[in-house]
């Protein structure tokens, strides 16, 4: 298994699988498209894979890792990959070659092959919203060519990362000048959730490598005004840049933060005419971000096919290529190009993001787990889970399969998690000793960018032991040895032990890398997306929209209206009407 690729190599392979895909976009009708098999999905429970797994698990009830590893000196090379700077140690799990034998024929066995090439190849892999899913496009290299209903979209993508690329520059050599002629030293990405958590993530984990003309990236993302003043309170009008993304601009907080941002800016001695050396836009909203006042050549195109959660590799990563400078930007594309192709190429067996998704299949389905943890062991990627989070759970809590019909299973687990080792000293008391089985992922860099002493060496050295304790555990009698050990009595012995004693067994995945420069964290990523996108597919459910969160928003508009209006209506409940009654009181002029 080849450790790194080199894209030359990477695009002989690929572009002729694509190209095949390619050819299939508006293939004529009556022929069966792969997207078929995606939007008319098989119930994965119905399928005999299934059963054999659901068999499998009871033959399992026994199975003992501790023992495993004791009686096969070649588990760790057996189960584990690597590819793209990537290295997967999946072998702490509750698995025999024959589960993954399994867990890999009810990924077959659910078209998981013909959904793949569906996203890549553009088909509408997005039923409810009848878009293509192809934020992959946004990190293809320029020769590639992708075209939808006749569009060739390589084009696009190129064009918007030169102009991308033009106004870095120009930020960055100091020719971009605020009102009073100054430079912009600061710059505000006003977003939320894919258009605030992704750019978040990766022009922190990235601090490494910012770009020595020292531009500082701030996010503004809560409509809560404390955190507008918090950060307006550290910048200076006059050399600060507005990044106003929304793909929608439409999104409640994002607006109210830009309105609070303008008028700001308007009450620190800038004025309407200057707006535009202080102001750009992303989004596929032209028309509304033309009507909030941002000059059209200061709006940078999104587009529908890329869902939110999937953007950072598109212009809503403006602010991550101005943290980072615009080499580093595309080295992050290129790093999550060569996972596409990795994904796209590799043999289920050994294809980390399939490996990865039917394993969470195997805790979710087979052993009740409702929850997954995620422990980052760097403190660059404080901000990873957050993106997880959103990326897996905006994707996967879905409780209705793409024909509209309900799952016949549990789908998208609660994702949760921080860094190591801080989590040792909050959570991990219940990871270990709880009674909730909740599978986790250990990400960890071999290499520090800011070593201090031994530090780093004992960081690695407790990722590892945390993952070999979920494995080990601890029995009773090697919690009384240990007692006896330090001298307790019997009766203390007797009393203490049963505290002490860890169930052990508990399942986890280990990656590591050399050290987190932008390709390995591009891969990382794209590695998480296609993961969660195979448990779309066995699950038969929408991936890429997420219907569930209008509701909320619509209910605020009428309590907003509740808290603020004349003599409003009252609410459909009275515990609404009472917290609302609760507010009014506090705020009767
Ligand atoms: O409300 C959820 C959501 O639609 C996310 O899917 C999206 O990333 C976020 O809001 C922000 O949306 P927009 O980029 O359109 O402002």
Redesign the pocket.
Known sequence: MQADVDSEVLRSRVTPLLQESKSKVGAPSGRKSPAKHYLQPLDATSLASWRALQMHRDAMQRFNMREAFESDAGRFKAFSASSCGLFLDYSKNLITGETRDLLIQLARECGLSEAIQAMFGGEQVNASEKRPALHTALRRPLGDRLTVDGRNLMRDVHDTLGKMTEIVDRIHNKLWRGYSDKAITDVVNI???????GPELVSEALLPYSHPSGVRCHYLANIDGSEFHELTARLNAETTLFIV???????L??LKNAQAARAWFLSSGGNEQQLHLHFVAV???NQAAIDFGIREKNIFP?WDWV???Y?LWSA?GLPIALAIGMTNFKELLSGAYAMDCHFLNEPFESNMPVLLAMLGIWYRNFWDAQAYAFLPYDHYLRNFVKHLQ?MDM?SSGKSIRQDGSAVSCGTGPVIWGGVGCNGQHAYHQLLHQGTALIPADFIVPVVSHKPVADHHQWLYANCLSQSQALMRGKSLREAEVELRAKGLSKANVQRLAPHKVIPGNRPSNTLVMETLDPRRLGALIALYEHKVFVQGVVWGINSFD?WG??LG?ELGTSVYGSLTGFDPPSADDCSTQGLIDYFRRRHRG
């Open positions: 977003g939320i959730g894919g258009s605030f958590l993304s929304s793909k929608t601009f439409a999104t907080e994002t989004t596929s909203n999104m869902g939110g959660r953007s809503i959103q905006e997420q969160v209008e928003k």
